[in-house]
């Protein structure tokens, strides 16, 4: 099994900066797509931006310019550098991952717990 940890989240003032971190335990696994998701108060679920193991990398037009995801590959773990921050990115975010056993092909999908993200002056 895998648990995905998310780090980082707190109060940041409006253009200010945040980042996130995703780590997970338990080790033999191997990770594909790896990304962050966020969700605001009484809204769906939405995608933020991906790296995959190649490192290559896909954002939402909201964070396009503003956000930067990367990738660790020796330790599994992303980053999400968040800057010029908005109002409308006060959000949980949460982590997600791809992955499965490094002896076979299947592929599970993982979700951090989420973290919060709160940008107000």
């Known amino acids: 099994q895998v648990q995905l940890v998310e780090s980082g989240g707190g109060l940041a003032q409006p253009g200010g900066s945040l980042r996130l971190s995703c780590a997970p335990s338990g080790s033999r696994f191997s990770f594909d797509g790896m990304g962050w998701y966020r969700q605001a108060p009484e809204k769906e679920r939405e995608f933020v931006a991906q790296?995959?193991?190649?490192?290559?990398?896909i954002y939402a037009d909201s964070v396009t310019g503003r956000f930067t995801i990367s990738r660790d590959n020796a330790k599994n773990t992303i980053y999400l550098q968040m800057n010029s921050l908005k109002p409308e990115d006060t959000a949980v975010y949460y982590c997600h991952a791809v992955a499965g056993p490094t002896t076979s092909s299947t592929r599970f999908s993982f979700w951090g717990q989420g973290t919060q993200v709160t940008v107000s002056s």
């Open positions: 790296v995959t193991s190649g490192g290559r990398t």
